[in-house]
């Protein structure tokens, strides 16, 4: 994310003929502290300035959320699961790699470098015994600007709503939206 120059989100805020109390409201912040950031006054946490621009990005209406680029179909294995089942369902999926999901929530997730990785002769073991570390969760109304910061470092992102599983977003899924 670019950061914005007092003068960017002053400019910002006037052409989308939004009040100073206006913005402070939809960001959740005071009216002063948008005044003394226009005045260039205060350097606010990046926190706050993230807060403000997604609040300018909304009145916009540029804000994509993960909600309206997920899948909703997630295709998944269980801890139990074998390795020779969870290879099974990446070969028909045409997937590199699959959440691991016990009881709705994500545990894990297996990819085919995971399974090579463990070895010879694990098509028996439990997904459990291969798996890495979950993907990580993004609520409904994540950016996709943080979605696309967090797939910089992982292969998949999940959607999650009171921790169950809801959605899934790849890079693909990103590139969809730009085109």
Do not use: C, W
């Not at 609040?55 to 994509?64: I, K």
Request: no cysteine; glycine share 6%; net charge negative.
């Amino acid at each position: 994310m670019e950061l914005p120059t007092p003068q960017d989100l002053r400019e910002r805020r006037t052409s989308l003929d939004l009040t100073q109390s206006q913005l402070a409201d939809m960001a959740g912040v005071s009216q002063p502290l948008i005044a003394r950031i226009e005045g260039g006054d205060v350097d606010p946490r990046l926190s706050t300035l993230r807060r403000i621009v997604n609040a300018l990005d909304e009145a916009e209406g540029s804000v994509v959320r993960a909600a309206d680029i997920m899948h909703e179909t997630i295709i998944s294995v269980a801890p139990d699961d074998s390795v020779r089942e969870a290879e099974e369902q990446m070969d028909d999926a045409a997937y590199s790699q699959l959440p691991v999901i016990q009881g709705g929530i994500p545990v894990g997730s297996i990819s085919h470098s995971d399974i090579i990785r463990a070895g010879d002769d694990v098509g028996d073991l439990p997904v459990s015994e291969v798996m890495s570390e979950s993907f990580p969760s993004v609520s409904r109304d994540a950016t996709v600007d943080e979605v696309r910061n967090l797939l910089d470092h992982y292969k998949a992102v999940m959607v999650t709503d009171g921790g169950e599983a809801v959605g899934i977003i790849t890079e693909a899924d990103i590139a969809r939206q730009l085109s």
